[in-house]
C-alpha cells in the first residue's frame, strides 16, 4: 500500500518549491492508489503561526492537492514523550537536563534514495541527537520519524535539502526498532542563473502567483516538469494522462531551473482553453476589486474577456489592459504620447468624432466604416491614424482591434476622449 505525505511547517507561506514535493506526493498517491497525507509540523511554538497554517492549507486546495489523511504534530506530544522514555528506559537515549538525547552508535548507513540511488554514510560523522527538548517538544527528526513510522509511510518524497537529516533518521527508526521507509529526495528548484530559488527570481510564495493570476491548472502543470518529464517534449499535460506514466524513479537528480516565462505560456494557454464565461467569473471579482466604482454588465463584461482571452499571460494582465474602460478615464503615460500623440492632428480627430457621433449603430463594423470613410477623405493612411487614436482612447499601443475597442467604450465615451485629446 502506497502511503505518502507532504509534512510543512507553517512558519511562512506555502513555498513553490514545497508546492512541488506536495504534487509529486499527491500524483505518486493518486497514481499508485494510495493515500496522500497532510502532516502539519508545527513543533516550533515560536515560529508557527496559525496565519501561515491557514494560507497552507487554502494554497493546497486552491491547487487541487487535497489530503486523504491529516494531523498536526502539536496533538500529538504525548506520543512522542512516551517514545523517548521507551528509548531511555531502553538505554538507547540518555538525559542531559531535562533534553531526551540518542547515543549514536559508530557505524555506516546505506540509504536507498529512488532518485539518488544508494548514499552511504558513516555515522563518525553524527553527534548524539537530541530527540526531546528541555522544554518536552520534540525535535524535528524525532516527531518526524515516529510520526512516518506510526503512520506507515511507505516512501518519504521530501526535498534534497533533507538529505543530510537522513542519517540520523535512519539511526531513530533502528533505535525504536521501526522499519524504515523508501525515500526521495527532490532536487532543488533553481532560479534560471542556477543559485537557489529566491524571491529575485520571481516570487516564491505560491499566493503570490495566485494574486498575479495564475491558474492553478497552470501552476500544477509547470510544477509537474520541474524534474520530471512525461516524454516526447510534451509540456502542456493534462493530469490524467500524467499519472498514468508518473514515476518517481524518473525524477531526475539534477537542479530543475524555474522558468518564470515558460510558467507564463502555460498560463496563457490553460486560460486560452477556458470557457469564456468562466473565465469571466474568475475575473469579476478581481475587477471588482481593483475598480470598485465600475458598473459590471455582465453581457460587457464577458465581451471584454473574450476580446482580451487570446492576449493575456495572466489574469492581472486583463486588470492592466482594461483600465481605460473601467476606471472610466484614460491615462496615457508620456512616453506613449510623445510617440504618438506628439503631431496635432486636431483636425483629423475632429472629423472622426463627427462622424462617429453620427452613427446609429455603434458597432465594431459601424466604426470602422467611419473609420475608413474619414482616412478617405483625407487622403492619408489608415495607419497614420489607427495608432494615435487607439493611444488616444486606450492610453495603450497594443491591444484588440481599435474597432472592437471602440465598440466596447462606446459612443460617447470615444467621441469625447477623441475631442479632448488635443486640447
Ligand atoms: N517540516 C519539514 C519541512 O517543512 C518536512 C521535512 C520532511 O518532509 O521530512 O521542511
Not at 157 to 182: C, M, V, W
Request: hydrophobic share 40%.
Amino acid at each position: 500500500m502506497v502511503r505518502v505525505r507532504f509534512a510543512p511547517s507553517p512558519t511562512g507561506f506555502l513555498h513553490i518549491g514545497s508546492a512541488r514535493t506536495a504534487l509529486f506526493n499527491w500524483m505518486y498517491a493518486r497514481a499508485q492508489g494510495g493515500q496522500y497525507i497532510l502532516r502539519i509540523e508545527d513543533t516550533d511554538k515560536v515560529r508557527s503561526k496559525q496565519e501561515y497554517l491557514d494560507e497552507i492549507l487554502d494554497s493546497l486546495k486552491w491547487l487541487g492537492l487535497t489530503w486523504d489523511e491529516f494531523y498536526k504534530q502539536s496533538d500529538r506530544f504525548d506520543i512522542y514523550r512516551q517514545y523517548s522514555e521507551k528509548l531511555l528506559a531502553e538505554g538507547k537515549a540518555f538525559k542531559d537536563g531535562e533534553a531526551v538525547v540518542l547515543k549514536v552508535p559508530q557505524k555506516t548507513i546505506k540509504i536507498y534514495d529512488l532518485i539518488r540511488g544508494e548514499i552511504t554514510i558513516d555515522t563518525k560523522e553524527l553527534k548524539d541527537q537530541v530527540l526531546m527538548k528541555s522544554d518536552g517538544s520534540p525535535t524535528y527528526s524525532f516527531a518526524c520519524v515516529v510520526d512516518d513510522a506510526l503512520m506507515e509511510i511507505s516512501c518519504v518524497i521530501r526535498g534534497e535539502d533533507h538529505i543530510s537529516n537522513t542519517p540520523k533518521q535512519i539511526l531513530i527508526y533502528e533505535a525504536l526498532g521501526f522499519k524504515a521507509p523508501k525515500f526521495a529526495h527532490l532536487p532543488l528548484i533553481l532560479d534560471p542563473e542556477g543559485g537557489r530559488m529566491s524571491k529575485r527570481a520571481g516570487a516564491t510564495a505560491v499566493t503570490e502567483y495566485r494574486t498575479q493570476g495564475f491558474l492553478p491548472q497552470a501552476i500544477v502543470n509547470y510544477l509537474m516538469l520541474l524534474g520530471w518529464s512525461p516524454g516526447n517534449n510534451q509540456e502542456k499535460v493534462a493530469m490524467a494522462s500524467a499519472l498514468k506514466t508518473f514515476s518517481i524513479k524518473k525524477i531526475n537528480k539534477a537542479g530543475a531551473a524555474f522558468s518564470f516565462e515558460k510558467l507564463q505560456w502555460l498560463n496563457s494557454q490553460y486560460i486560452k482553453e477556458m470557457e469564456t464565461s468562466q473565465l469571466a467569473d474568475l475575473l469579476k471579482p478581481m475587477a471588482a476589486a481593483r475598480y470598485p466604482q465600475a458598473n459590471f454588465q455582465p453581457v460587457e463584461f464577458e465581451h471584454m474577456v473574450q476580446l482580451y482571452k487570446g492576449r493575456m499571460n495572466t489574469l492581472a494582465d486583463f486588470l492592466e489592459w482594461t483600465d481605460y474602460i473601467f476606471s472610466g478615464q484614460v491615462c496615457v503615460d508620456p512616453e506613449l504620447r510623445a510617440k504618438h500623440l506628439s503631431q496635432d492632428m486636431r483636425k483629423e480627430f475632429d472629423l472622426l468624432a463627427e462622424r462617429l457621433a453620427a452613427l446609429g449603430d455603434f458597432n465594431a463594423k459601424t466604426t470602422e466604416e467611419a473609420f475608413r470613410a474619414v482616412v478617405a477623405q483625407l487622403g492619408i493612411e489608415a495607419g497614420t491614424l489607427v495608432h494615435p487614436v487607439r493611444v488616444a482612447l486606450t492610453g495603450k499601443a497594443v491591444g484588440p482591434g481599435l474597432f472592437d475597442t471602440m465598440a466596447v467604450l462606446g459612443k460617447e465615451t470615444a467621441v469625447h476622449r477623441l475631442k479632448e485629446t488635443f486640447k
